[in-house]
């Protein structure tokens, strides 16, 4: 018993020894790594620092008040052949000469830029010259493309095997087209951009214990760089943070693995309405046109909450074309002209200076009130002027003489008090529009060493002039009588999103709670709807039999060479709708039209726009609009449908509650006569490409993408005409282009 536990000793002393030997040697080996081999082991770091790469985020989207895509970044992609690539080299390229022939008929098959003999001889030139990036496709392709490539013979081997390098390029695609260009903005080089800088690196050598300068070129990240508008304003929540990867060998192959995932952007869903703005942008366009304006800008908010639905600013260009140049709707720091009339009455009404009913003798619409000043005229001063009419009178026949009077009269003795009030209202205040460019009101003050006159400022203010205000706070000012008094700012955005979820919300902000007293909105409230209504209303033209309007004509004389032209005019209107409960409240501006009524060109654009939106956003139908002469005149009662498919144009005509009669199929052909919309089918045949002419985008390409054909869109609206006449033999892969206007 006893040798039995003295042998258990004994092998457990022995046990015990083994493990403090080890323990001493390990902690015999830490010490020599911490003391003799620290500079071998430091410098080894020092030589092998670990290579990373910059992993781009997607950059997020925009999008309309109801969702529908504004701005997005699209992936295309290039393709490279690396002909090093140890596979591609292994027994004399054997599998690269078994692929060549196959390989190459599919690349001609499916871009059709090249023969098979032509991809074969390009293919085996860089093979034989060792291309390490060899382009195989001289353009980017899309993603169902590389998928097709992926599946060639030879490229389905997989990208380590075959050579095959694809490198992923963003750009910014526009669904809509040129609609809201501009506020929806535009980025810089139209794809993710990750750059490669030298970068100085300084650090202590372990081996000499010298400071070490490196160079190092290294990639940096910096995002989308946007240009203007909400891409611009919104580009730190848009662009999103990049993730970072590395090469690393893992069961003894090289690959890519994600340190950190990049983070993509949010996405901004902003107020605009696309059928509104679509509207707009009609409108103003055929209103330029007629009148050969140089350009217009075109604003209509919601009144209730300041949401923007539509903002337009349209130039011409040399070949007469309109198109989206810049956001002149909020930097054109203009005169407004008579616009401010009302502005300048409300003044001199809450101030107790006049009331709405006092009378003003205007005499034959001449006034010469300084030897050394042009007299004031009104506009009907060669028929003899109005004579004796009311301060409302004054508002509606847009009397320049009634206005001078009514405000330098009140305020002669005191110019700076009609300042004060006129910015105690607020609109001179920055209201931190969502655009980087905005430009603020410059009213200025006697008190303020900006060039005021004692003889002509108050005089010009009271009348638009030597003030300078962008067409969206005319807006504003304008809203806030439509609103009960209180001002809020307009807005561009609803609401930031990250994946659905909703992260930031901006709701209805209020600049000033009331502009004026209850008693003088009241009564500026009746003066705007006389203009239109009235008899003396200088906004006949814009007099409405669906809608009731109510607002301001304005016509301003342009400086030309630093003096102010008799021939070159800024018109426009300013007013809201229905006037007896307003929904909508809107601007159009119109700069050197060669007609300087502004009833007549902003007015009749401002209605023919606010009755288009009434009939969008209502239950009224066309037989409601049928005693107005005018509209019958000037729009089309029965809808201009597209041709395709017959359940989407049966659901739409059903909503609308319109007439739609003849034989119906799959996809149909449409027809507008005076009371009704026919249609008739619509024959396709799988192997021919079809007629499109008279489609929507959406029809036209989910008809020739279904076929495999590569769709080009240029234009909006309906395609008026296609590249490839319809029953021409349809080849997979080949380009189509459709024409939309």
């Known amino acids: 018993m006893a040798d039995k536990r003295t042998n258990i000793i004994i092998r457990f002393g022995i046990m015990y020894s083994l493990i403090v030997i080890a323990f001493v040697l390990v902690i015999a080996q830490i010490i020599i790594i911490q003391t003799k081999e620290r500079d071998n082991w430091l410098a080894l770091q020092y030589n092998s620092e670990k290579s990373t790469k910059i992993v781009p985020p997607n950059r997020g989207n925009i999008y309309s008040h109801d969702g529908r895509l504004l701005a997005s970044s699209i992936p295309t992609y290039e393709i490279f052949l690396e002909t090093t690539a140890a596979n591609l080299r292994d027994k004399n390229g054997k599998v690269f000469y078994e692929k060549l022939d ?51 013979p030879l490229f389905k081997l997989g990208r380590i095997k075959s050579g095959l390098i694809v490198e992923e390029k963003v750009r910014r695609e526009k669904p809509f087209g040129s609609l809201a260009n501009i506020t929806i903005g535009d980025v810089f080089g139209n794809e993710s951009q990750i750059v490669k800088k030298d970068t100085i690196i300084i650090r202590t050598n372990p081996k000499t214990h010298k400071t070490d300068t490196i160079k190092k070129r290294q990639e940096q990240w910096v995002g989308l760089n946007a240009k203007y508008g909400l891409e611009k304003y919104y580009n730190d929540y848009l662009n999103g943070e990049p993730g970072y990867s590395s090469r690393q060998k893992l069961t003894n192959l090289w690959q890519t693995v994600i340190e950190a995932e990049p983070i993509d952007g949010n996405d901004i869903y902003s107020t605009i309405d696309v059928d509104i703005q679509d509207i707009s942008e009609n409108v103003l366009v055929e209103t330029l046109e007629k009148f050969n304006a140089v350009s217009g800008y075109a604003i209509f908010m919601e009144t209730k909450t300041g949401e923007v639905k539509s903002i337009v600013n349209m130039y011409r260009n040399a070949s007469g074309k309109y198109y989206e140049k810049e956001n002149g709707a909020v930097t054109d720091i203009m005169e407004p002209g008579s616009t401010f009339k009302t502005i300048a009455l409300i003044a001199a009404l809450d101030d107790g200076k006049i009331k709405i009913t006092d009378s003003i003798d205007v005499g034959d619409g001449r006034l010469k009130y300084h030897s050394r000043v042009p007299e004031v005229t009104d506009h009907n001063a060669r028929k003899g002027g109005y004579g004796k009419i009311s301060v409302a009178n004054v508002i509606h026949g847009s009397s320049n003489v009634g206005m001078h009077k009514i405000i330098v009269d009140a305020y002669g003795n005191d110019q700076g008090a009609f300042i004060d009030r006129i910015r105690s209202t607020k609109i001179g205040e920055p209201m931190n529009l969502e655009f980087i460019e905005a430009q603020r009101p410059r009213i200025k003050h006697p008190n303020e060493k900006n060039n005021w006159s004692t003889v002509t400022s108050l005089s010009a203010m009271s009348r638009g002039y030597e003030v300078q205000v962008p067409p969206i706070y005319i807006l504003t000012y304008y809203n806030a009588i439509a609103n009960n008094g209180k001002m809020i700012r307009p807005i561009f955005v609803k609401s930031i999103a990250k994946d659905g979820q909703t992260i930031k919300k901006f709701s209805t902000e209020t600049i000033n709670n009331s502009i004026c007293k209850p008693s003088t909105l009241a009564d500026i409230q009746e003066v705007l709807l006389g203009v239109v209504e009235g008899e003396m209303g200088t906004g006949k033209d814009v007099r409405s039999q669906t809608v009731h309007i109510a607002g301001k004509t304005g016509t301003a004389r342009v400086i030309k060479d630093g003096v102010y032209s008799n021939s070159k005019h800024r018109v426009s209107f300013c007013g809201y709708f229905p006037a007896e409960n307003p929904q909508y409240t809107g601007i159009v501006v119109i700069n050197e039209p060669n007609v300087s009524s502004a009833g007549l060109t902003s007015g009749v654009a401002f209605k023919n726009t606010a009755e288009r939106i009434m009939a969008l956003k209502s239950d009224w139908t066309p037989k409601l609009m049928a005693n107005d002469t005018t509209i019958m005149k000037n729009t089309v009662l029965l809808p201009n449908s597209k041709d395709g498919n017959y359940k989407d144009l049966q659901t739409v005509m059903k909503n609308v509650r319109l007439p739609i009669s003849g034989e119906s199929g799959e996809w149909v052909k449409s027809e507008i006569t005076e009371n009704e919309t026919t249609i008739k089918p619509l024959a396709l045949d799988n192997e021919k490409i079809p007629d499109v002419r008279g489609m929507g985008a959406k029809n036209a390409i989910y008809l020739l993408e279904n076929m495999g054909l590569n769709v080009q869109i240029n234009g909006r609206g309906k395609v008026v005409s296609q590249n490839i006449l319809a029953g021409t033999q349809a080849t997979k892969g080949r380009n189509i282009t459709l024409t939309l206007r």
């Not at 023969?115 to 010259?129: C, P, V």
């Open 102 to 152: 196959s390989v190459s008929e599919s690349l001609s098959l499916l871009f059709k830029d090249r023969t098979k003999e032509q991809y074969k001889a390009a293919l085996k030139d860089a093979y034989d010259k060792k291309k390490r990036y060899f382009k195989i496709y001289p353009g980017r392709i899309q993603y169902y493309h590389l998928k097709e490539v992926e599946a060639m």
